[in-house]
């Protein structure tokens, strides 16, 4: 990767990737872009652009006009946010998605997009997920996802277009405020930690759902795409994990830190039923071969990061205002 464009850079991945992308390669390389603009660091640390995904020929000139080799697609609406919308999921998520994979393949960038586990339904195996299972999801988001694998795939297969993705599990980062997933709950925990010592949890007790922290994601992101593609059998759709909880356990990760902390329960149906169709954990041993990826962080060692970092945003808030 030598010059890169991004879409959806100011969502919880890409306000985090935009700037480590610009540590490695270098503030000029990287061409952000989003639906709006922001006075974030993202917008003010380098290249960016306004882009509605949706216009096929403004991200086309906005690539070609910038001569990147890489396309990094983030632009999606997230798995709750989606159900409320299935329809407008489909036109922002595939189309956008189509719009991406064209521009890659008429301008030949390599082209990475992320899965999830969401694209894993109820008869997806629940325990250890294999990487070749059934999928059969039930919700917009997981459709979406899994023709978005099949279709990465086949603009490799039929156009050579040089795709990679992975199924990120849910994400936990401090940069970024929850943004419609069904795994919030586990960035939301920690923010209501701090400023009120309780939090409500919308996911019930005793439900799994694979996690990681978000310095593993950009990571991860990074090796795939720096990877030997000669050694990449699966390319799209990597399983990988770094941890998988339920929501006590995060609770009583945090007592570490805050032993007064408390939680109680509000289950949410809509996010509940999400979070039961997808597996407990999943097997990551397909990307650990493939192109060695591996996890820093585990659950203790986030909520240390994690705690530390929230608050020192959340006084620096405090003092702005």
């Not at 999921?89 to 521009?103: K, Q």
């Not at 195996?125 to 099949?150: F, H, S």
């Not at 039929?158 to 199924?167: L, S, Y």
């Not at 990597?238 to 329960?265: C, G, L, V, W």
Request: proline fraction near 5%; aromatic fraction near 8%.
């Amino acid at each position: 990767m030598k010059k890169i464009l991004v879409t959806g850079s100011l969502g919880q991945i890409g306000s985090e990737l935009v700037m480590k992308l610009r540590d490695v390669y270098g503030a000029s390389n990287v061409i952000a872009t989003d639906i709006r603009e922001t006075d974030s660091e993202v917008v003010t640390s380098g290249s960016f652009e306004t882009l509605d995904v949706t216009d096929g020929q403004k991200l086309h000139d906005i690539a070609k006009r910038n001569e990147v080799d890489t396309i990094i697609h983030l632009a999606a609406l997230l798995s709750a946010t989606a159900e409320k919308n299935p329809l407008f999921a489909w036109n922002l998520n595939m189309g956008g998605l189509v719009n991406a994979l064209e521009a890659a393949r008429e301008l030949n960038c390599k082209f990475f997009t992320p899965s999830s586990i969401g694209a894993f339904g109820p008869s997806t195996p629940k325990d250890n997920t294999p990487q070749d299972t059934i999928q059969r999801p039930t919700t917009m988001y997981g459709v979406n996802k899994v023709a978005g694998e099949l279709l990465c795939d086949y603009y490799h297969q039929k156009f050579g277009v040089d795709t990679r993705g992975v199924r990120f599990p849910g994400l936990i980062s401090y940069v970024a405020p929850p943004g419609g997933g069904t795994t919030d709950y586990a960035v939301e925990i920690y923010y209501e930690a701090i400023k009120k010592g309780t939090y409500t949890s919308y996911i019930a007790e005793g439900t799994y759902m694979d996690m990681m922290y978000m310095p593993d994601a950009l990571q991860a992101i990074i090796s795939l795409m720096e990877a030997d593609p000669s050694k990449l059998v699966h390319r799209n759709a990597f399983n990988i994990t770094a941890m998988s909880f339920e929501p006590e356990q995060i609770a009583a990760s945090i007592r570490k830190h805050i032993p007064a902390f408390t939680m109680d329960y509000a289950v949410d149906p809509a996010r509940q039923t999400i979070a039961d169709s997808w597996p407990n954990s999943i097997d990551a041993t397909a990307a650990m071969k493939e192109w060695g990826f591996k996890a820093e962080y585990d659950l203790d060692k986030m909520t240390t990061d994690m705690l530390a970092k929230l608050k020192k945003k959340l006084t620096a808030e405090l003092v702005m205002n």
